[in-house]
């Protein structure tokens, strides 16, 4: 999916004095990266332009240290650009009572998703699923635009790249993709830094991983574990940082793997992960989305999982039959 252009959301960049950044819900490192990527890239640039994100990084990426910005005043967001990354539909969004005031005069979301939005009509939009992640459509802003990058921007961009590519082993990773890498080397990031944090784990991290193998059922070329949030909580983790899908990526013979993790509210995250089979396909199904190899979806309950499965197998069969 390819809609609008970088062309089109820098101008809007350029044009505003005021800019508020958005997340999506359970940040990971790719919306983390590209709100603070971007922030740290205008507030350097463009010292005179006031930058805010806002939202919620659940103490992810502690590392990198997102401090959040104040919501501003309704004065301030009335003459400010609405900027949403990594992120499509409004129940998607953190804050998103912010952005249903309706009084931004500019919404403009930069995503690599190739899902449609409800942002309404006026929004401006740059969506490429060719790029690996947002970060990496932030990061082409900067090289393109001649902007300065500092070794703190080049830390914030590195990330989601790095995590959304699946450290450079997915199919999205292309010589684009490198080549942007390799300017934010030049600029200073700390890749030594950020590698080392990204694969520390603790003992009791291990200990939880070890939980969740117990869990392995495999079908038909399924893999896929499933935790409630009472062994979460036991394990003391919360439903975002029990999100270990990839612990069980690429055994051989199960060409697709799936995590169900119980959230809060009872309902049950579904993550979806391939190295061929395209599961965007059953996570449309569920009233998810995502990318063809990396989708995600939310399903009722538990007793659902069998007929998720289902859709799963026939995936792999429908794959293994043109393979």
Known sequence: MKIGNLELVTKEL???????????????????????????????????????A???????????????????????????????VDANFKERIELREVLDKDIFPQVIRIDHHPNDDDLGQNAIRWVDSSYCAADEMISEIAVVNSWKITPKAANYLYLGINTDSGRFLFNTVSARTLYLASKLYEAGLEADYVHTNLSQSSLDDLKFNSWLLSTLKTR?????????????????KTPNSSMR?????NIKGYPLWVQFLEEEDGKIRVEF?????????????????????????????????????????????????IK
């Not at 899908?245 to 990526?249: L, M, Y």
């Open 14 to 52: 350029y044009k505003y004095d005021s800019i508020v950044i958005f997340h999506h819900i359970r940040p990971d490192g790719d919306c983390l990266g590209s709100q603070f990527g971007l922030r740290e890239l205008l507030r350097t640039n463009f010292p005179d332009k006031k930058v805010y």
């Open 54 to 84: 806002i939202g919620d990084a659940k103490n992810s990426f502690s590392f990198l240290d997102f401090q959040m910005d104040k919501v501003p005043s309704d004065e301030v967001l009335k003459k400010s650009l609405a900027v949403i």
């Open 220 to 236: 038909d070329g399924v893999a896929y574990i499933q935790n409630s949030l009472t062994e979460t909580k036991k394990h003391g």
């Open 245 to 249: 899908v990839n612990a069980i990526a």
């Open 273 to 321: 992960r391939s190295n061929g089979p395209i599961v965007r396909n059953v996570a449309l199904k569920w009233g998810g989305g995502g990318h063809e190899r990396a989708s995600g979806a939310i399903i009722e309950s538990f007793d659902l999982v069998e007929k998720v499965i289902d859709d799963c197998v026939l995936e792999v069969k429908n794959y293994l039959a």
